[in-house]
């Protein structure tokens, strides 16, 4: 009897545990949204209004969608025009290529830096994550979404790519904006099933 008590007491620990995990996981996805529902509200040139930030919708927090990827840095990077929406095209520069696994398939993705903003001393780390998958046009916005990341993410050739973070461009909400449309190497022949959905709204004032 003491034996088993003894083992009732570890299974019970290791759920509590593993529940505590997911939890503190979960709610970081929770602030990740809150700051991200804020910005639209701080942001002048914000499609959105503090009202339409009700209209946003997630898939909930998945941790699947959480990889972590090998950077394969690309040696020779020369600057290339990336197509925009609004027809006008923006130079950015590649900076790696991520490999990672995601449901026992392994996918790459191509890593960017957009050669203005490497000029600014505030945003000289930031990369930039274009991509499109499977949910667009269902469930998902058609022109792709964006992961945000930073030169200081990767340690030891490694990063983590989280599409739980994974967000709309302002292009999904209202026209008249340049937002970046996802190079044909960076399609995803997967579904995406984390991160932001379709916006709940039809029209925007």
Request: net charge positive; proline share 4%; with cysteine.
């Amino acid at each position: 009897m003491k034996n088993f008590l003894t083992f009732l007491a570890c299974i019970l620990a290791i759920c509590t545990e593993t529940s505590a995990q997911k939890k503190t996981y979960n709610d970081s996805i929770a602030i990740f949204r809150k700051h991200y529902k804020e910005d639209f509200i701080k942001e002048a040139r914000s499609p959105l209004k503090g009202k339409d930030t009700g209209f946003l919708r997630f898939y909930a927090p998945n941790k699947e969608y959480r990889v972590q990827a090998t950077l394969l840095v690309v040696s020779e990077n020369p600057d290339f025009d990336m197509e925009t929406h609004s027809g006008k095209k923006q130079v950015y520069r590649s900076f790696g290529v991520a490999v990672f696994t995601l449901k026992g398939i392994e996918y790459r993705l191509n890593i960017y830096q957009n050669v203005s903003l490497m000029q600014q001393e505030e945003h000289k780390n930031h990369l930039f994550l274009p991509f499109n998958d499977l949910t667009n046009y269902e469930t998902t916005y058609a022109g792709g979404r964006y992961i945000d990341l930073s030169i200081a993410d990767i340690q030891n050739g490694k990063l983590v790519i989280d599409f739980n973070k994974c967000y709309n461009p302002y292009c999904a909400f209202k026209e008249g904006y340049s937002c970046p449309i996802p190079p044909a190497e960076n399609r995803l022949q997967v579904r995406i099933e984390a991160g932001e959905k379709l916006f709940g709204k039809k029209t925007i004032e």
